[in-house]
């Protein structure tokens, strides 16, 4: 009787532990990863996103600032931008405002590279993933080139997170996901052809610094 018992408490163990095997992550949103062998000293293309602060107190706001660090040395400048940093709104919420049609945006500070890119103030806006958690959401904004296709490294936009004062999760999960379109969202300028639109030049190379993982609340 009890080599039976002892065999289906065996056989119950494996089971649970199979099933922890094969149990997807409850965040499954694929944070960015650069390219092998890419570095900030070889890349044509650096952008940089940098918070602030990363040890916050309930209610405390943190400034994220996105920057193009660097550009390819051919002078094409940049096609367009588009970002989606991720976030769980039960730690942290975007700051933001409501526009004349009653819409909820994210509240965005434009730099010269974004205003350079036609990048507004009422261009942000929160959205959420079929295949997360409801609470798992991102801030999204993208912008296009313009006839001031900027050429310049320097500041694309600034975006304010506040940690919620009711939160009970130390880990903000502020991250960049991975897009399989565009490698994270990021176009990069190539050439100019029928003097008319840019195009993509696949030969270029680009590097992205975070410390966005790094966001935590100390006083859970």
Known sequence: ???????????????????????????????FQNHDGVTEENADFVVSYTADKTDLQKGDIVTVT?????LPENGKGIVSLSNRIAYDSRVVEPITFINSDDEIRVDLTVG????GLGLS???GRIITFSNEPDYIKAVSF???????????????????????TDATESD??????????????????GKKYDGQRWVTDPNNTFFIKSNLSNVKISNI
């Open 1 to 31: 009787m009890k080599k039976k018992f002892k065999l289906k408490l065996f056989a119950l163990a494996m089971m649970v532990m199979a099933g922890l095997t094969i149990v997807p992550s409850i965040y499954a949103a694929q944070p």
């Open 66 to 70: 996105i920057s193009v660090d660097k």
């Open 112 to 115: 010269e590279v974004g205003e």
């Open 121 to 123: 103030r009422g261009k």
């Open 142 to 164: 993208s912008s296009a080139q313009t006839e001031e296709n900027p050429r310049k490294p320097g500041i694309y936009a600034i975006v304010k997170f506040r940690a919620k």
């Open 172 to 189: 903000a999960k502020l991250m960049l996901l991975q897009d399989g379109i565009t490698y994270n969202g990021f176009a990069i300028a």
